[in-house]
């Protein structure tokens, strides 16, 4: 703020002056004129300064609201002059000039997903108590959890800088709206991300779920937007015989040549949507074209041909692509990276587990073979996809958050899947997730990551 100058009065004038005196008639008219041209210009010292402060103030108030946070947990009250936005990204009011440039910059001028983690002191958007979508298997706070240090890091690409998620922003974009995320429990485990990220500025409503809830969908009043998760973890048709602990009692049949209509069908409901899989094409199945079995992956003692996990994820994939591509309807469309897990020392059903509490440094940690080989299934097939879509006007995104999950072995819930687990480790019955992702945890990066791709694309 500017020091503001006292008011100077000119000095009055002595009205008893001898009118004979001409020597203090002059010193009179003289010092009239002077007192004249002192008001004056006090005046206009006086209009300068008001001017200045009024700068000053119309500033302060674009910065204050600029800077402007949101209480966490707290839902806001709509604006009483807000209306439908479509079209481009718009620009947040609570957004500076310098943080949409820094978006812009971001995927044009280097490569997003290529980078490091590095300390967070803000620490996440939301807890376990401010959220409540967050589901029981990755509540790890609430389950127990001693540490907390895996909360306060932050991805940053190497060459650029990475804004943080609005959810302000978002929300305002996906005015009127829909979309859906499909795939595997990983996905429903993001979705649950999004919502407690966004539940900043409002909360969802659940207005459908399915028997197991897997599939869901929730809807945003104020601003009329649809977001849904649809569990199809193949998103081929399959028949799945396992329980909710993993546990099978046959084998899966996967119909290599046939989508899961449980997506395809509702395809056209959405503006935007986020496909993933992956990691249920490494599990025993039998492969079926034309209902015809023509092999398996892991199935000794059947007499059948070893197709490889690998050769039914690029059959579905590419029946995926090609659905996509030759739509009629134009969606908007992410297609997101294999998920690399954490297991030490064994499998999720032997023992293995992850108690790591710091990220990797570049170089610390490789790819296993299984996933290198899922990854480059994935790039050659997308590869091919953006090729075709290009033609056809269909938009398709590659979300690769692959390596920066890589690199993340203390995001898991580890043993605290379950809640105070510790009976059942001394005992040795602890069963470890080091797949799933804490919430909150580093899978809310990926949303800034998307954030930064709609601003750009």
């Known amino acids: 703020m500017f020091n503001q100058r006292p008011f100077l009065r000119p000095q009055s004038q002595n009205e008893e002056a ?67 936005v479509s079209g481009d990204l718009p620009v947040n009011e609570n957004s500076t000039v310098n943080e949409i440039q820094t978006s812009q910059n971001a995927t044009e001028e280097c490569d997003i997903f290529t980078g490091e983690w590095v300390r967070d002191p803000s620490g996440p958007f939301y807890t376990n108590e401010s959220c409540h979508h967050i589901e029981a298997h990755q509540n790890c706070m609430k389950n127990g959890r001693p540490d907390s240090e895996y909360l306060y890091w932050r991805w940053k690409p190497r060459d650029c800088e990475l804004p943080r998620f609005d959810p302000q922003r978002f929300l305002e974009f996906m005015r009127n709206k829909s979309w859906a995320f499909i795939g595997d429990s990983i996905s429903r485990n993001h979705v649950q991300s999004l919502l407690c990220t966004l539940s900043q500025v409002e909360q969802a409503i659940e207005v459908y779920h399915d028997k197991e809830y897997r599939s869901r969908r929730w809807h945003f009043t104020f601003h009329n937007f649809t977001l849904s998760v649809i ?11 396992e329980d909710i602990n993993g546990v099978s009692r046959a084998d899966i049949q996967l119909h290599l040549d046939k989508l899961d209509p449980l997506w395809t069908k509702q395809y056209k409901n959405f503006d935007y949507v986020l496909i993933a899989g992956g990691k249920w094409f490494l599990k025993t199945a039998i492969y079926y074209e034309n209902d015809t079995i023509k092999g398996c992956h892991y199935c000794p003692g059947k007499n059948l041909t070893e197709l490889g996990f690998d050769h039914a994820y690029r059959k579905a994939l590419r029946l995926i692509f090609n659905f996509v591509t030759t739509s009629n309807h134009k969606a908007y469309v992410f297609f997101r990276t294999t998920t690399p897990d954490h297991f030490e020392n064994g499998e999720w059903f032997s023992g293995g587990y992850c108690n790591r509490t710091a990220p990797f440094k570049e170089g610390e940690a490789e790819l296993s073979g299984v996933d290198t080989t899922m990854r480059n299934v994935e790039f050659e097939e997308f590869e091919k996809a953006v090729e075709i879509g290009l ?16 690199l993340r072995p203390d995001g898991h819930p580890g043993v605290y899947r379950q809640f105070q687990p510790l009976a059942e480790v001394k005992n040795g019955k602890a069963q470890n997730d080091c797949l799933h992702w804490c919430l909150p945890g580093p899978i809310d990066s990926w949303n800034e990551l998307i954030m930064n791709m709609l601003s750009t694309g």
């Open 231 to 241: 569990w199809t973890p193949f998103l081929v048709k399959a028949a799945i015989f």
């Open 18 to 84: 001898k009118e004979d005196s001409k020597a203090m008639r002059f010193d009179f008219r003289n010092n009239k004129r002077n007192h004249v041209f002192v008001k004056f210009a006090v005046c206009f010292l006086l209009l300068g300064l008001a001017f200045r402060l009024f700068s000053s103030s119309s500033s302060q108030f674009s910065s204050d609201d600029a800077d402007a946070s949101v209480v966490v947990g707290e839902t806001l009250s709509p604006p009483a002059n807000a209306s439908p």
């Open 391 to 406: 033609g056809k006007g269909v938009t398709l995104k590659l979300l690769d958050t692959t390596h920066l999950s890589l």
